[in-house]
Nanobody
Framework: QVQLVESGGGLVQPGGALRLSCAASGSIFRIDVMGWYRQAPGKQRELVATITSAGSTNYADNVKGRFTVSRDNAKRTVYLQMNSLKPEDTAVYYC???????????????WGQGTQVTVSS
């Protein structure tokens, strides 16, 4: 019954900004790492950013300084603020979270449905 639901994708001009959100729902015991991956047509899925439950972050080199990942543990939500967007950022963005459900209390990887981000003039 655990689910990740994404929102916030869309079309933006180069240099613009978007904010993605991903909320976890269901009967949950704990959430550890949450983060974002992306996949462009014909390319492998790649890591964008991750954040631990304590707030430690990790970024891909090509987004560091432009993107910021954050989370609200009370809302069970992870965010990705994307600034100074470039055409090469165009991809489907997927939310990911390592979650232990209320039962059984076992760590499991969950994925969101994906949201399209298009950067174009």
């Amino acid at each position: 019954q655990v689910q990740l639901v994404e929102s916030g994708g869309g079309l933006v001009q180069p240099g613009g900004a978007l904010r993605l959100s991903c909320a976890a729902s269901g009967s949950i015991f704990r959430i550890d790492v949450m983060g974002w991956y992306r996949q462009a047509p014909g390319k492998q899925r790649e890591l964008v950013a991750t954040i631990t439950s304590a707030g430690s972050t990790n970024y891909a080199d090509n987004v560091k300084g432009r993107f910021t990942v954050s989370r609200d543990n009370a809302k069970r939500t992870v965010y990705l603020q994307m600034n100074s967007l470039k055409p090469e950022d165009t991809a489907v963005y997927y939310c990911n979270a390592n979650i232990a459900p209320a039962w059984p209390q076992r760590w499991h990887d969950y994925w969101g449905q994906g949201t399209q981000v298009t950067v174009s003039s």
